[in-house]
């Protein structure tokens, strides 16, 4: 009865998706909205723990790739000396999503796309695919938690090595360079969830504080962060008066050392070790955006929170979007409120703390279906950058909002915003 159960919920799904191509759009996406509503209750709890913790070296190792294992035991120690749970239970559905008919699709599309020699098109087909029940109170928090704790450094440094051996001892990776991503997992491992790190800001804040925000200004500005005469580009693709080299922009972002290509590389590593696992991925701010870039390219489900606007970067990396597709079949959901000028995208400007403290975030739009919890209307917050924090998100928002307000958020497509139009100012220039 379950097993039917599961196939009838999948069926309806999937009418609702086809709904989506022949009615009025807005009104379709609220009809899947309530249905998806409708299945909490119905949903399939699963339970995982901090299992796994992935390092991939950036500009000085690039070729290193670790992987440190924890087992329970080293799980429930972790949670007495730190106070804080490692164990988080999350509710998923069956839902659907897509799947690339080649295998290497991905691949092929994008080096078309940036030759730009033909057409770039891919096959796809729908699918049936265990996702995330990001309407679920308990379980948007929990993720919210987990992308927290990708900032916490384990105690832990018995490295599994999985590549070249730089340093097995010390504490490299932690407290120098490159990407970490903590995989929390089922016991069965049948399900993971990859969080992945963002940006690490101010004083103290950790020796990755100026790689990060190299990334950060490489990814979400409009032309090499050059803001005006008084910064510093990380890219040579400034040309003048709001121009810049497009193909230069485009190979700026999609450098080797960079994160979101050494993402790609540690969550490819990850599916070819857990063939047979489901995989989610989550993330705040850098890490939400370099999340959603992965969850685009992989189709991997992705959660992210208060992310800058990741559309912008998406067509610089020639990222697919398969046509005519519904924002909510991407599976890749936005998290973020008003007060939050990042999120937002107003976090630009001469008396902005952006601009004091050297970030270009430029961007605004997102890919896949974005959900904003109203705070400046209803919390009464002023737009602030210290609103952005996850733990500001967790304790002030998400733990009181369906107490005080009961209703979830609106959740739109900013593919379906007219308005929503990033670097308006700028002219790229192609063929330079």
């Known amino acids: 009865m379950k097993a039917l159960k599961s196939l009838f919920d999948t069926e ?16 379709a996406l609220e009809a899947a909205n309530q249905f998806i509503l409708n299945q909490v209750e119905s949903g399939e709890p699963t339970t995982v723990s901090l299992r796994h913790v992935f390092h991939h070296g950036s500009t000085k190792y690039p070729n290193l790739f670790r ?8 799980v429930r120690t972790q949670e ?9 239970t999350l509710m998923g559905i069956n839902g659907t999503g897509i799947e690339y008919v080649k295998e290497n699709a991905v691949k092929e599309f994008r080096d078309m796309s940036k030759n730009k020699l033909k057409s ?8 049936p695919k265990y996702i995330p029940l990001i309407k679920h109170w308990k379980t948007l928090i929990n993720l919210a938690k987990l992308t927290y ?19 097995l001892n010390d504490t490299f990776g932690w407290d120098q360079d490159g990407i970490r991503g903590y995989v929390f997992a089922s016991n069965d491992n049948k399900t993971l969830v990859i969080s992945i790190k963002g940006t690490s800001m101010g004083f103290g804040a950790g020796p990755t504080v100026g790689n990060d925000k190299f990334n950060d200004n490489r990814l979400f500005s409009c032309c090499c962060a050059y803001v005006d005469r008084t910064w510093s580009s990380v890219c040579p693709c400034y040309l003048d008066n709001y121009r810049c080299n497009q193909d230069c922009l485009e190979k700026s972002v999609d450098e080797d050392e960079l994160y979101f290509a050494i993402t790609l590389n540690m969550v490819d590593r990850i599916m070819k070790e857990f063939p047979k696992s489901v995989i989610w991925i989550t993330g705040h701010s850098l890490g939400g955006a370099l ?7 992989y189709n991997i489900p992705a959660v992210a929170f208060e992310s800058p606007g990741d559309r912008l970067p998406a067509r610089r990396l020639h990222l697919p979007h398969p046509p005519a597709l519904p924002a909510e079949k991407m599976n890749i959901w936005h998290l973020g409120h008003t007060a939050d000028p990042i999120f937002m ?4 400007g001469i008396r902005s703390s952006c601009y004091v403290g050297g970030y270009a975030m430029e961007s605004k739009c997102h890919v896949g279906v974005t959900c904003s919890f109203d705070s400046v209307e209803k919390l009464g917050w002023r737009v602030d950058i210290r609103s952005h924090r996850i733990q500001e998100v967790i304790d002030k928002i998400l733990n009181v909002w369906e107490t005080l307000f009961g209703d979830f958020p609106h959740c739109y497509s900013d593919e379906d915003e007219e308005e ?8 790229y220039i192609e063929g330079i």
Do not use: H
């Open 291 to 297: 999340s959603s870039l992965i969850g685009l390219t």
């Open 420 to 427: 929503c139009v990033d670097c308006g100012l700028w002219e």
């Open 12 to 27: 309806i799904i999937w009418f609702i998706s086809f709904l989506l191509l022949f009615l009025n759009f807005p009104y």
């Open 120 to 127: 770039a098109k891919l096959d796809w087909r729908d699918i």
């Open 345 to 348: 995208g107003v976090c630009n």
């Open 149 to 167: 704790n990708a900032y916490v450094k384990p105690e832990d440094q018995d490295w599994y090595d999985l590549g070249k051996k730089y340093g």
């Open 80 to 88: 007495l000396e730190s106070g804080a749970p490692l164990t988080f």
């Open 67 to 74: 992987r440190m294992d924890l087992t329970e035991t080293k």
